[in-house]
């Protein structure tokens, strides 16, 4: 061991331990990749699972005054049927479809028990052109029947844009059902619905349907694996750093002695014999 007193000293002690805290970061790095897989799956276990569940009435399955249920609810599939309420659309700002820049269409639609849910109609192109609902996107008049998924409202986290709490607003920065319901005449249910098929059929002059979004894993798999792939190198080859070092401090001492071997004298005799020819 005694190749390796370098490493006792204080500068590469720290070394050690920057190495040692770097391992340990990466270490928990990998498992908390290998826990946000999991949840992963377990959300998208849950989303099959309520979408392939038969489709109901919505009055029968989410009620007003319950918005904590909504999110046991959320990706259940559901059949609202109703009127569109005229005058009432919005849009939701900063959607994008595909890479595109654009909007949601938001119309409440109200219930034969005179309750409204608001219904995501879509998506339209908006390059920040327009600011309400375009007249040539306006909602169907009479009845309509409306199937798609009940979505949980958005609300603003620590950040974002707020909208005014108070005024009738033509465009809302994310689809807050509560701040909808403060506009619109009638007791709104807590969560919106997504819609997927509608009677009278879409048609392309109609916003386009939101896509449900895909069931995948992300890449949490591939980054729990880059973590510890890191980790092994840092395990592995810092060792040999430290080998390396050890031989080239050996080197160095060879050097050193073999240099104090040789000594002075040699050199004076070297000089005292290059003057000899003159001395004679």
């Known amino acids: 061991m005694s190749r390796y007193r370098f490493a006792l000293r204080p500068k590469w002690i720290l070394s050690h331990l920057f190495v040692l805290a ?50 046991d609810l959320e990706y259940r599939q559901v059949e609202v ?13 900063s959607r994008s479809l595909g890479g595109a820049p654009g909007s949601w269409v938001v119309a409440p639609l109200r219930l034969d028990d005179g309750t ?6 879509g998506w ?11 007249a040539s996107y306006a909602a169907p008049k009479g009845e309509v029947t409306v199937v798609g998924i009940v979505r949980k409202p958005e609300t603003r986290g620590r950040f974002g844009p707020v909208d ?26 807590p969560g919106y619905v997504q819609l997927e098929a509608q009677r009278p059929a879409v048609t392309d ?3 386009k349907p939101v896509p449900r ?34 031989r080239e401090l050996e080197e160095e001492a060879r050097i050193a002695e073999r240099d104090a071997a040789d000594g002075p004298g040699d050199d004076e005799d ?10 004679a």
Do not use: C
Request: hydrophobic share 40%; aromatic share 6%; charged share 20%.
């Open 164 to 189: 005014p709490p108070k005024g009738h607003l033509s465009n809302l920065a994310r689809l807050d059902v509560a701040r909808l319901d403060a506009q619109v005449p009638g007791t709104m249910l």
């Open 81 to 93: 049927r109703g009127q569109y309420l005229p005058g009432e659309q919005v849009l939701v700002r």
């Open 22 to 71: 770097l391992i340990v970061a990466m270490i928990s790095a990998g498992f908390w990749q290998l826990r946000r897989l999991d949840q992963k799956k377990d959300r998208n276990r849950r989303i099959e699972n309520r979408t392939a569940q038969p489709v109901v009435p919505v009055e029968s399955l989410m009620y007003v005054g319950e918005p904590d249920a909504v999110g």
């Open 270 to 279: 070297e000089h005292t014999t290059s003057k000899d020819p003159a001395s």
């Open 124 to 134: 339209i192109p908006n390059s920040g052109q327009f600011d309400s609902v375009p």
């Open 213 to 246: 979004e895909a069931l995948d894993e992300g890449p949490h798999l591939n980054y729990a694996v880059q973590w510890f792939t890191f980790t092994t190198i840092a395990i592995i080859g810092y060792p040999l750093i430290l080998r390396r070092r050890a």
């Open 116 to 121: 409204v849910v608001a219904v995501n109609r």
């Open 205 to 207: 002059a109609d916003p």
